[in-house]
């Protein structure tokens, strides 16, 4: 079978993805995901609810940036076993629209086979999001 890369080149790959989706890259984020990547948010809220595919995240992000600046990033503690990285980030900006900071912390577990991301499943404060982050249309 096909060999899975070193966890360091999981680890890697995982910190390339978060880096992307911070700086709202569609092009440098669909390198790091296979085609049948799906993307899972933890918690209740309907706003949340739902495997989003390569391509729908991919969309998302070419969104306007709600931030006034770049989202900053930053990354607390990395563990990888195989092919699962575990990543806490924490991300920190402030909203255009309201001057709100939108400060929220995170652990995210990727699956990495082949060199790409074949699933995501983020875990968040919800209610920070919803408090603080307008919505965007699908």
């Known amino acids: 079978g096909e060999r899975d890369m070193s966890t360091e080149q999981n680890t890697a790959v995982a910190r390339?993805?978060?880096a992307a989706t911070f700086k709202r890259d569609p092009v440098q984020v669909?390198?790091?995901l296979s085609d049948d990547f799906g993307y899972t948010i933890g918690g209740k809220n309907a706003r949340f609810q739902g495997v989003r595919s390569k391509s729908q995240w991919c969309d998302y992000l070419k969104n306007p940036n709600p931030f006034?600046?770049?989202l900053k990033l930053i990354f607390h503690r990395t563990l990888a076993d195989g092919d699962t990285v575990a990543v806490e980030c924490?991300?920190?900006g402030v909203i255009?629209?309201?001057g709100k900071v939108y400060n929220n912390t995170y652990t995210f577990w990727f699956t990495v086979r082949g060199g790409k991301i074949t699933a995501i499943r983020e875990y968040m404060d919800t209610h920070h999001v919803l408090d603080v982050l307008p919505s965007?249309?699908?």
């Open 90 to 92: 924490e991300s920190y």
């Open 16 to 18: 390339e993805f978060l």
């Open 30 to 32: 669909a390198a790091t």
């Open 136 to 138: 965007v249309a699908k």
């Open 96 to 98: 255009s629209s309201s």
């Open 68 to 70: 006034t600046e770049e």
